[in-house]
């Protein structure tokens, strides 16, 4: 049965409102940058996480790293993004530190990893691919909320989930850099226009 996480894991991907959840203990594979992500710095990093991501997938579809075949729907892209200071005005996305990843299954191991990563480099000729990473990432408690449109709205969906911070009495606790979030990508930037566009805003949080 092919697993797909649009149906299987809806109350991580697929928020309905502003709620808190425990994210558990999930595998990436990641690369960081910083710099404005319009830029194509940005989109090569993207496409190279995609390239072994899919590797990955056709890999263990056909039963090629030890493993039983098994079938999935590849994960949404992820970003952690984060400033150097807190921002006191207009955000200059030049200044932006981030970490983009897609969740790998459970069974995929560093050394399937390995395996895969400078063949893929290799044939996809994108040496981007060699500098990925294969890590653990874990977030605990969070509050998350599906934002709906242009990712420079995402403030009043953040004004919402501050509200519901402050009446759950928590607080904002970072992964990464002391002013940060997390983006899941839910459409294609390059399919779907700004105004309909789906984007999971996540949290890390704690009591005050």
């Known amino acids: 049965m092919k697993h797909?996480?649009?149906k299987l894991e809806k109350q991580i991907y697929l928020p309905k409102?502003?709620?808190?959840i425990e994210v558990p203990n999930?595998?990436?594979?990641t690369l960081t940058g910083n710099g404005n992500p319009n830029e194509s710095e940005f989109g090569d990093r993207v496409g190279a996480l995609y390239a072994l991501s899919y590797a990955v997938r056709f890999a263990l579809k056909k039963g090629e790293l030890?493993?039983?075949p098994y079938e999935y729907t590849v994960y949404p892209l992820e970003g952690v993004w984060t400033l150097p200071?807190?921002?006191t005005g207009e955000i200059n996305k030049d200044d932006l530190i981030y970490k983009i990843m897609i969740r790998q299954p459970d069974q995929v191991t560093a050394s399937m990893i390995d395996d895969l990563q400078g063949?893929?480099?290799t044939k996809k000729r994108n040496n981007l691919i060699n500098d990925i990473k294969f890590e653990e990432y874990t977030e605990d408690k969070s509050i998350q909320a599906l934002h709906v449109g242009p990712y420079d709205s995402e403030t009043a969906t953040f004004s919402m989930m501050n509200k519901q911070l402050d009446e759950l009495g928590l607080k904002q606790v970072p992964t990464?850099?002391?002013y940060q979030h997390r983006e899941i990508y839910l459409s294609d930037p390059r399919k779907v226009a700004p105004e309909k566009q789906k984007t999971?805003?996540?949290?890390?949080v704690a009591e005050k």
């Open 26 to 29: 999930f595998k990436f594979l």
């Open 85 to 87: 200071d807190k921002p």
């Open 4 to 6: 797909e996480w649009r």
């Open 66 to 68: 030890g493993n039983d």
């Open 119 to 121: 063949a893929t480099a």
């Open 200 to 204: 999971v805003l996540r949290w890390r």
């Open 176 to 178: 990464m850099g002391k």
């Open 17 to 20: 409102s502003v709620a808190v």
